[in-house]
């Protein structure tokens, strides 16, 4: 995983990579978290074009981001998911709380 | 029930483990020719049910997780997931979407949602104290139905 904070657009992206299961998320969260709370950004980007594997773990990481920034005002968003995270994503119904950019080919 | 292949494993109920049990799963059914969409559906399948046994049934203490998979005829893929952890006391309880026992795990309250989207058929046996056995079936060669959104 890489973190990129863009200080102008107030925008921390995160590329996300690999699987995305129980036991990386606990780890995800934590290295994720910190650099929220040190930039207080507007936007959270979740980018997904390498991440090879996503159950509900993966949503409940998203929900948690969520849970942190909406008291903050900010945003997310998620780029780049794989058609078949994209049917996890809408099965959890993650359009609700994020923006889901173009899906790329699995 | 004519078995046409079988593969059994137990192993202790750690998160490392969750990526274990889905590359069994895989490597179970490649010779069952899956497309991807039914590899990458079972692998879900499979990692939400050993996560629930390390988190819910186990709460994260030690103990043995057991998986059973079998090609039964007709491609039928069968799952069988148990724990000796805490049981569910309450099943339908548990199997509402969105409803979660370990909010402070960041569990979405979603794999048994997902576990049901991804099968034909789904049987839990649970009761407190005596830990969990999950049974599913999926049957390959289907158009499985997208979720609605």
């Known amino acids: 995983m890489k973190l990129h904070y863009d200080a102008d657009k107030r925008e921390l992206l995160v590329l996300l990579d690999g699987e995305l299961d129980h036991h990386r998320s606990a780890l995800l969260r934590n290295e994720i978290d910190t650099a929220v709370y040190m930039h ?28 942190i920034l909406q008291p903050m005002g900010g945003e997310i968003q998620i780029q780049n998911p794989s058609a078949y995270i994209g049917r996890v994503l809408r099965l959890a119904g993650m359009e609700r709380l994020a923006k889901i950019s173009e899906e790329v080919s699995a | 029930m004519k078995i046409q292949n079988e ?47 390390i988190v819910h049934g186990y709460r994260n203490s030690s103990g043995d997780v057991a998986i059973c998979l079998r090609m039964l005829p007709d491609r039928v893929l069968y799952i069988r997931v148990s724990d000796k952890g805490c049981g569910i006391p309450d099943i339908e309880q548990a199997m509402t979407p969105l409803y979660t026992s370990a909010p402070e795990e960041e569990r979405a309250g979603l794999g048994f949602a997902i576990m049901q989207e991804f099968t034909d058929s789904l049987h839990v046996r649970s009761s407190a104290g005596n830990g969990t056995v999950l049974t599913m079936r999926r049957k390959l060669g289907q158009i499985h139905a997208e979720p609605e959104s």
């Open chain 1, 40 to 67: 207080m950004p507007a936007v959270l980007i979740l980018d997904f074009h390498d991440v090879t594997f996503m159950d509900s773990s993966g949503i409940g990481l998203i929900m948690g981001r969520y849970k």
């Open chain 2, 7 to 53: 593969f059994r494993c137990v192993f202790p109920a750690v998160s490392a483990n969750e990526a274990l049990a889905r590359a069994a799963l895989s490597a179970f059914l490649i010779p069952s020719d899956p497309t991807a969409q039914e590899l990458a559906d079972l692998r879900t399948v499979i990692s939400e049910a050993v996560t629930n046994a």
